[in-house]
């Protein structure tokens, strides 16, 4: 009769990362806390350098920790934020004044943190859709709970928002669609396409991303009932502050 194989047990940086990992969703580790560093690791378990530095970047990747360059490698515990596709679009939400994002934050803390808003000469992809080769470009950095999530960037039609608050830093209660419905072309549909890709070093920086972390980019297009494009949004999200929700009838 043959023996049963012995099962290969996990190389030893896996051995720490789960034991690190199991006190961080204990609790015993809270967020913004240090994580032991590779000396201390090295110390404890006697393992090379390289053997720590392989433990501390598994918790990384999977986004439970940031390193801090020169300090070390801290706890980054997130509720994931839960966007709902349409919900956060209806006009329920910007037609009585409420920012797109109260959907999204769900009561927790956001903000927009950087804003700018410049005019520009719109790409030929952005061109071709929005029919205008002049277009006015609002660029914002979202945080929720302190922590940067999300990149934005929508381009106007420049001659059919010239002079209004989509052009200024504060587009004022219910944001640039209520501010479109203002102007008599309100939103009325919406296409967004989803994918995912690795970081450009500004993004990386904006976000300000743990190493191989990914993003999901969504691109949206803005149309009135009448099938005028009015704005192409182009969204870059931490892929590891997100959950996408949508819905569909059979």
């Not at 329920?92 to 804003?115: N, Y």
């Not at 002049?134 to 660029?139: A, D, I, L, Y």
Request: no cysteine; hydrophobic share 40%.
């Amino acid at each position: 009769m043959s023996e049963s194989p012995v099962p290969h047990e996990p190389p030893i940086y896996r051995r720490i990362a789960d034991g690190l990992r199991a006190r961080i969703l204990s609790g015993e580790l809270r967020d913004g806390d240090r994580l032991p560093g590779e000396n201390a690791l090295m110390a404890e378990y006697a393992i090379a350098r390289a053997t720590a530095r392989q433990a501390l970047a598994v918790l990384i990747n999977e986004g439970l920790a940031v390193p801090k360059r020169g300090s070390g490698v801290y706890v980054r515990l997130f509720k994931p934020i839960r966007r709902h596709g349409s919900r956060r679009l209806s006009r329920e939400q910007w037609g009585q004044g409420r920012a797109i994002w109260d959907a999204d934050a769900r009561g927790r803390p956001f903000e927009v943190d950087r804003v700018e808003v410049v005019l520009e000469r719109a790409s030929d992809e952005v061109a071709g859709v929005l029919d205008s080769r002049e277009v006015w470009v609002r660029r914002r950095r979202y945080s929720v709970d302190g922590r940067p999530v999300q990149l934005a960037t929508s381009f106007f039609p420049a001659h059919l928002v010239e002079g209004s608050a989509i052009t200024l830093p504060d587009t004022g209660p219910g944001g640039a669609y209520a501010r479109l419905g203002d102007l008599g072309v309100p939103p009325a549909h919406f296409t967004e396409e989803v994918r995912a890709r690795m970081p450009a070093p500004r993004e990386s920086a904006l976000l300000e991303l743990p190493g191989g972390t990914p993003v999901i980019v969504i691109a949206r297009t803005a149309y009135t009932s009448g099938g005028l494009p009015v704005e192409v949004n182009e969204m870059v999200l931490d892929s590891a502050a997100y959950v996408l929700q949508y819905d569909f009838d059979a």
